[in-house]
């Protein structure tokens, strides 16, 4: 069991299913559960899923300088957000790095909630908000249930009037089995999936509500390890497990740019004024390395730190591999040379498993995004 420091007011029901709490961000998480990771995996692609996602860093920053602090800190025009909207942005050091992703909701005129992953964002925005006008309130009473997969609005529209006109990266405020809550239509899985904000108080009562109520859908409870296998088919990335703090170069210090990493759009068009922008832009066109995808000949899935060979030489590393039984393939993410960083190339794989492979375009599901972001 974790020794952690933030407690998830759903452990027991986590102990219950068979997780021992492993620690990410300080508190005890359902990586597995006694039940097996593919019946996740397919719950949340044909049904839906719910999971405890409460070790993301939930964090308010309210002030008439909140707006400034972020549109500084991030690689967002946080201008263009109003009440009820948010976005995915990138948070970069001094160096054109990427240190974070987070998403930025805003809650008022000055009022903001940034959900960080496992990155040092949280803590460049404490520093950057002394001598502002801004208070930065870490709350880990608020609880995020994820409730994820084609389902998931069929199960909600029971209950939330509304809720089938809620769009893409928009949240509201409202009761939800009699409860305060704020729902948010995001995820991390690739699929139209909703975040369930509430109170840790609350958190037990409408965990067990959806589980109950939504068996008959097909709605199950689902480990955390499970986002691994979505994020690997729909080019979702998990800081630091993709990134070069994981796998350094030999001879620089780690630290990826966004044009490595896939993610130069979190950059808003015309900003040109943030943390990092001067080496980001200064940057492009020096890739080292692309982040790609992996098809594998295999019916296993490989391990991260599997190696990636062309021509007798090494040309990438593994960083996340799954393998579907819906689909029968076998994928990865994978840092990858940029000579070889392109569709079709022939691939050798190594290490946990032996296969040959090819280089693919990322996501590997629903390339268009048309799941995510359906209407009605």
Not at 92 to 101: P, Q, S, T, V, Y
Not at 140 to 161: M, N, R, T
Not at 169 to 193: C, M, N
Request: contains cysteine.
């Amino acid at each position: 069991m974790a020794t952690s420091w933030r407690i998830s007011a759903l452990a027991d029901r986590h102990r219950a299913l068979g997780s021992n709490l492993e620690d990410w961000n300080g508190m005890g998480t359902a990586w597995t559960y006694s039940s097996d990771l593919a019946d996740h995996h397919e719950a949340i692609r044909t049904r839906a899923g719910l999971m405890d996602v409460s070790g993301l860093k939930k964090v308010h920053y309210v002030g008439p300088h909140a707006q400034s602090l972020l549109d500084w800190a991030t690689t967002r025009d946080i201008g263009k957000l109003y009440p009820g909207k948010s976005v995915y942005a990138a948070i970069l050091n001094e160096e054109g790095k990427f240190i974070d992703d987070c998403i930025v909701y805003r809650t008022g005129p000055n009022a903001f909630m940034v959900v960080h992953g496992s990155g040092t964002g949280y803590e460049r925005l404490v520093r950057s908000a002394y001598g502002r006008q801004v208070a930065v309130l870490f709350d880990d009473d608020l609880h995020d249930l994820s409730l994820q997969g084609p389902a998931a609005v069929d199960f909600l529209a029971e209950y939330v009037p509304g809720i089938r006109d809620l769009p893409y990266f928009h949240h509201v405020q409202t009761r939800l089995f009699g409860r305060p809550v704020t729902i948010s239509r995001t995820g991390y899985t690739g699929e139209r999936g909703y975040e369930i904000f509430c109170k840790a108080a609350d958190a037990p009562l409408i965990w067990d509500t959806i589980l109950e109520k939504g068996r008959p859908l097909g709605i199950i409870p689902c480990a955390f390890t499970a986002l691994d296998w979505l994020r690997v088919e729909s080019y979702l990335l998990f800081y630091p497990y993709d990134n070069s703090e994981m796998y350094p170069f030999a001879d620089e210090k780690a630290g990826d740019t966004l044009w490595e990493l896939g993610l130069d759009f979190t950059v808003s068009p015309g900003k040109t004024e943030f943390c990092g922008a001067t080496e980001h832009f200064r940057l492009q066109g020096r890739e080292r390395f692309r982040i790609f995808g992996i098809e594998i000949d295999s019916q296993k899935a490989s391990a991260a730190g599997d190696t990636l060979w062309h021509d007798g030489k090494q040309v990438g590393v593994v960083t996340c591999g799954m393998y579907s039984r819906l689909t029968g393939r076998s994928l990865a993410i994978a840092r990858l040379d940029v000579p070889q960083a392109v569709p079709g190339t022939p691939l050798l794989l190594r290490g946990s498993i032996e296969a040959s492979a090819r280089a693919a375009a990322l996501p590997f599901d629903d390339p268009e995004k048309k799941k995510r972001t359906a209407i009605g």
